[in-house]
């Protein structure tokens, strides 16, 4: 409940401050700058050198680098098919394949499954989700962020390497390969400092959600808003659901991973899509109302894998 009360808290608190006379114009895009070069960041040398590496329950793993393969594929095949310009297109490669699997996740995971399955959860988004936020974003932003029309693979890589995420992530990964039992930590007053920082990435990205989130989205931007809460929270645990169970697999973990499928579009995403001018409005609308719909969506998508799995 906490976590809904500060997400409802700050997204009031945004649309507040963006009609506060003495706030800047440009102040949602401050606070998505110092979400990318600190509170990203933060969170990922936090959690990168905590991962336990296994193979013990590879559904919640891979499962997510599957449905993010086929969903991006899908968005790039609606894009022609319907026409959206590049800003859109790019804005719902960041936002439908990923989901809000951490913040909103992993308390709904809990709320409707128990303590003891947060464990999959966790796998699910930080070997799933969060990977994917600093390599698959960190790519999508080179290809369609600043209005960039056509680049060479040197420039794509270019643009991923500078990505501070991306950069973090390389920093976090580089800990486990240090020998030694306590290698693949950091000290504690660092440690101290990334929680910290860590900490400011929801409020200051929901903050900036509400800041650019309004109730008269451009007409454009309709059509897109649906194709993508559609996809993302009804069509992906439908299909991850499908998939499971012609595969034949079944158990908490697999249940919980479809769960997690389910989830509103992924707030960090939204922060970056933003950031990088893809469709701010309509990425602001996707994390905002994507996590109201939530509230409705989760309990039916919960009932529907208490029969099925």
């Known amino acids: 409940m906490e976590n809904f009360l500060l997400i409802g808290g700050c997204l009031l608190l945004g649309a507040l401050l963006r009609r506060h006379p003495q706030m800047p114009s440009e102040g949602a895009t401050v606070l998505n700058q110092v979400v990318l070069h600190v509170s990203l960041p933060a969170l990922v040398l936090l959690e990168i050198p905590r991962l336990a590496f296994s193979f013990a329950a590879l559904v919640p793993v891979l499962l997510p680098w599957g449905l993010l393969l086929l969903f991006a594929a899908l968005v790039l095949l609606l894009a022609r098919l319907i026409?959206?310009?590049r800003e859109i297109t790019g804005c719902l490669l960041l936002l439908v394949p990923m989901g809000n699997t951490s913040f909103l996740g992993i308390p709904m995971v809990s709320a409707?499954?128990?303590?003891?399955?947060v464990t999959w959860a966790?796998?699910?988004?930080?070997?799933g989700s969060f990977l994917a936020l600093s390599t698959y974003g960190a790519l999508v932003l080179a290809l369609y962020g600043g209005g960039a029309q056509r680049l060479s693979g040197r420039a794509v890589l270019a643009k991923i390497l500078r990505f501070p995420p991306f950069i973090a992530l390389l920093i976090g990964f580089s800990l486990h390969l240090v020998p030694g039992p306590e290698a693949a930590s950091w000290p504690a007053p660092v440690t101290h400092l990334l929680e910290t920082l860590a900490a400011t990435l929801v409020p200051l990205v929901m903050l900036a959600v509400g800041w650019q989130l309004t109730l008269r989205l451009p007409r454009a931007y309709l059509g897109p808003l649906g194709w993508g809460l559609g996809l993302k929270?009804?069509?992906m645990p439908l299909l991850a659901l499908a998939l499971c169970l012609l595969l034949g697999?079944?158990?908490e973990p697999v249940a919980v991973?479809?769960?997690?499928?389910?989830?509103?579009?992924m707030i960090s995403a939204g922060a970056l899509a933003m950031l990088a001018g893809l469709a701010p409005s309509l990425a602001a609308a996707l994390t905002g109302y994507g996590i109201i719909l939530a509230f409705a969506t989760l309990p039916l998508l919960h009932r529907l894998l208490l029969y099925t799995l």
């Open 257 to 265: 991973a479809v769960f997690e499928a389910g989830m509103a579009p």
């Open 249 to 251: 697999l079944r158990g």
């Open 83 to 85: 026409g959206w310009s």
């Open 122 to 127: 966790l796998l699910y988004d930080q070997l």
């Open 112 to 117: 409707f499954f128990g303590e003891a399955a």
């Open 233 to 235: 929270m009804v069509a």
